[in-house]
């Protein structure tokens, strides 16, 4: 393979597009096209003539999309995730995928730890009372508060988002209990943490944190909230359609839960989301994913995936890596 002629389509938002990856795809001898994508037949034309795809989390390659597909060898996903990538059928058809699963690891996590603290200690609540000058109603409204050592995180998924983030918290001092459907106990153990069932971390956490793929079904619903404490939690940094989010509008109307944390919502941009009507409820935009740093190396490790892959190279963190005989 070669890098000649060779072009590569960027089609994550162009609005968030850093000319890094394009500035090192030139120079290396690509031509670059730039659009942004969420439909699947606008993308489905314009992947017609590409060697090679650099895409977000809204794009839909789905079955149809990839089996159009007339040249193009790899999709390189500007993140972690995967899941608006039907990965079967990219393996089928022989197209290599890849991510960059160390890029922002670290910054969800601290995000998600962050998003704990400010619920914790009722940083936003105290804030506004501050600003509107109700002074004397600062202690009152601190009543429910816990040191962190009393609490218990429950994180659900432990990859390398769950595992940063479980460090954190018992650095922090808090107990953690950890549920993973993929992860055998023991090698959940393996790391001295404590594996138990989604029922018993539903009921013991005071915070529920979600560290885990996107699903077609919510993973929390009326059921898994009823099944939580008045006074918990629920973080998500994960994905939006983890979470009914009718269920938790319900609940929180109730007041079955203390509130919410989500970077994420079902529908994004999060725009007029019933939601935003709660003061428990914090809102922060997808944004856990982004640092400077994480910025730089999603751009370098998707455009060097490109080079690689047409100079004869293996590309790092190949997703579905029985492609690889037929490269």
Known sequence: MSVDDKVILITRQTSEVNSVEEEILNNAGFKVMKKAITDEEELINAAKQVDGIICGSREPFTERVLGSFERCRI??????????????????NGVLVTN????????????????????ARKIVLMNKTIRSNQWKKRR???????????????????????RNTWK????????????D?????????????????FNQLLTTSDFVVLHVPGSDKP???????????KTAYLV????????DEEALIKVLEDGEIAGAALDVTAKEPTIDNPLMDFENV???????????DAEEMLSTETAQAMIDLFSGKLPRNIVNETVVNEI
């Open 75 to 92: 999709i390189s996903r500007y993140g972690i995730g995967v899941d608006n990538i039907d990965v079967s059928v990219a393996t089928k």
């Open 100 to 119: 960059v699963p160390d890029a922002s690891s670290r910054e969800v996590a601290e995000h998600t730890v962050s998003l704990m603290l400010v619920l």
């Open 140 to 162: 009152s409204l601190m009543s429910g508060t816990r040191k962190l050592s009393k609490l218990t995180a429950g994180i659900v998924g432990f990859g390398r988002i769950g």
């Open 168 to 179: 954190y918290v018992t650095a922090l001092g808090m107990d953690a209990v950890v549920y």
């Open 181 to 197: 459907s993929f992860i055998k106990p023991d090698a959940i153990q393996s790391y001295n943490a404590k594996p138990v069932s």
């Open 219 to 229: 993973l929390i619903s009326s059921k898994e909230l009823a099944l939580m404490k």
């Open 236 to 243: 998500n940094s994960s994905r939006g359609n983890l979470v």
């Open 282 to 292: 914090i809102l922060t935009g997808h944004t856990a994913f982004y640092s400077d």
